[in-house]
């Protein structure tokens, strides 16, 4: 469970994430949508400790992240760009993730086949295509076997063959009880995976609902979006 309360970032004068308050309930994949600037990066990097908060605060599992002492075990995440230093070897980074989180390196074969990696282990990451890079991204968020996974952007650089299987692995993470929130722009997409939304616009929250309940009466979830931050 991830549960964002009164949560606030100011950059200057910007006003990025606005006493922001919602809940990611396990057993559902939950969408993170908003427009362009909208703050969801800054949310998730504010729930990962990435970013200190003005005000509120974010709770994995009911605690802080920093308060974590093997956080790969409790959130898996995946942020937007590339992960591993590029001179580094896709094996040798996990293997660095896994040991610095008690994780057992046997557990690095299992997750770079799980990604479909297994040939490029020993290929250094600067060799990589956004694909590749993403899975291997993928494959450090899984890595110990977390009841949470955050994923931004996810499905960006996939091939149709990584989408299918990005979207069958986050159901079936979700209906094994785990909670996943996944960002996206791709409104499509979205509705093929998530069954939840958490929608939000200038750093405020506009939607916390099921998908249903969110496109009920309009032609599509891309039109209900629009409309909802078009407010
Ligand atoms: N390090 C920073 N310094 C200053 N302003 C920032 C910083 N990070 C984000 N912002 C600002 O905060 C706002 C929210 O940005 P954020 O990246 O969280 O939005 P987003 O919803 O992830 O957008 P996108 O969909 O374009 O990725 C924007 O106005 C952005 O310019």
């Known amino acids: 469970m991830i549960v964002v309360e009164e949560l606030t970032k100011r950059y200057g004068r910007t006003v990025a994430v606005d006493g922001l308050s919602f809940a990611v309930r396990p057993g559902h994949v939950t969408g993170f949508l908003g427009p362009n600037g909208a703050g969801k990066s800054t949310t998730m990097r504010m729930i990962l400790g990435l970013d200190r908060p003005t005000a509120g605060r974010a709770l994995v599992g009911g605690r802080p992240y920093a308060s974590l002492r093997r956080p790969l075990r409790e959130i898996g995440a995946l942020l937007e760009g590339r992960s591993a230093h590029p001179g ?12 610095s989180n008690d994780i057992p390196a046997a557990r690095v074969g299992e997750v770079l086949a799980l990604v479909g990696l297994q040939d490029a282990a020993r290929r250094r990451a600067s060799g990589f295509s956004l694909g590749m890079a993403q899975r ?31 979207r069958a692995l986050l ?27 958490v929608v939000i616009s200038r750093g405020r929250l506009v939607a916390d609902a099921t998908v249903a309940e969110f496109v009920a009466g309009a032609a599509s979830l891309e039109d209900a979006f629009l409309k909802a931050v078009a407010r």
């Open 88 to 99: 580094r070897r896709a094996a040798d980074h996990l293997r660095y993730l896994a040991r």
């Open 136 to 166: 291997l991204g993928i494959a450090a968020a899984l890595l110990g076997d977390p009841p949470v996974l955050l994923l931004d952007e996810p499905v960006n650089g996939l091939d149709p063959e990584g989408v299918h299987w990005l």
């Open 171 to 197: 159901r079936g993470y979700a209906a094994q009880g785990r909670t996943v929130l996944v960002s996206s722009h791709l409104m499509a997409e979205t509705a093929l995976v998530a069954d939840r939304l």
